[in-house]
Each structure stands twice: as structure tokens, then as C-alpha cells.
């Protein structure tokens, strides 16, 4: 059974690019441009993992993660942080709103893969692939 990933981030190429990743590991995925989409998709469907982009244009993903722990039916979602950018104080606080990881971009598609693949067990193993980035 394929595991619904949802893709937060207002970057289109960087969207594109994890779900052709993520959907080679057997996840199903589901792109948001912004927050207010994603949390827009979150009221009418599930999911298993979440990945969002920390700096988008009017919400932030210190802002989605905030609202999202208080409104959503399934705050346990694990989501996973990416960002161009990590300070101390950006990763105490995704950690503090709940992120279950933050990574730096741009990121190792091995370790977000693994990282998928451990979330969502049911999904298909990482494999490696010529074509694929590692």
C-alpha cells in the first residue's frame, strides 16, 4: 500500500522533484504551493508524512506547523522541515511546534528517502537508481 505524502513548498521544480522521488518509493504524493493549501488539503484528505518548506511567501512553515498541531484531526502527522537556512533557533523551535526532522537544503534525497521509508514503513525501500539524485 502506497503511503500519501504531502509536499508543502512554493517552489514548483522542488516539488516536482521530490514527488518523482518519493513516488519511484512507492509513495503516493500530493503538492501544495502554500500553506493555506496544504492545510486546505489536509481537511479533506490524509496523510502519512508531510515535507514543507520552511520560507514560503504569506505563511510561513513555522506558521503552517503552528496552525496544523492546533486545528488539524491528526496532529501526530509526522512532518519533516526542509529550508535553505538552520540556525539553533530555527530548529528549537520547528522541534518546538513538533517537526519530527529539519533539514538543510539543499538536502541528501538518500537521507530524506531514508527518512520517508522509516516514517512510512509500508511504503517500498529506498533503491537506489542511476537516474535518481542519492
Known amino acids: ?13 522542488s516539488r516536482g522533484l ?15 504551493e502554500d500553506g493555506a493549501r496544504g492545510l486546505s488539503l489536509l481537511e479533506s484528505q490524509p496523510f502519512d508524512v508531510i515535507i514543507l518548506d520552511n520560507v514560503m511567501p504569506g505563511m510561513t512553515g513555522m506558521e503552517f506547523l503552528n496552525r496544523f498541531r492546533h486545528i ?9 522541515m526542509v529550508t535553505g537556512f538552520i540556525s539553533d533557533e ?3 523551535k520547528a522541534t518546538r511546534l513538533g517537526a519530527y526532522a529539519i ?27 542511476a537516474l535518481l539524485p542519492k
Not at 484531526?73 to 512532518?79: D, E, F, I
Open 1 to 13: 500500500m502506497s503511503k500519501n505524502t504531502l509536499i508543502i513548498d512554493d517552489d514548483e521544480m
Open 18 to 32: 521530490l514527488r518523482m522521488v518519493l513516488e519511484y518509493d512507492g509513495c503516493h504524493c500530493t503538492e501544495a
Open 72 to 80: 488539524s484531526q491528526n496532529p501526530a502527522v509526522p512532518v519533516i
Open 90 to 92: 530555527i530548529r528549537e
Open 103 to 129: 533539514i538543510e537544503k539543499p538536502y541528501d534525497f538518500g537521507e530524506l528517502r531514508s527518512m520517508v521509508a522509516q516514517l512510512c514503513p509500508s511504503s517500498a525501500s529506498p533503491q537506489p537508481h
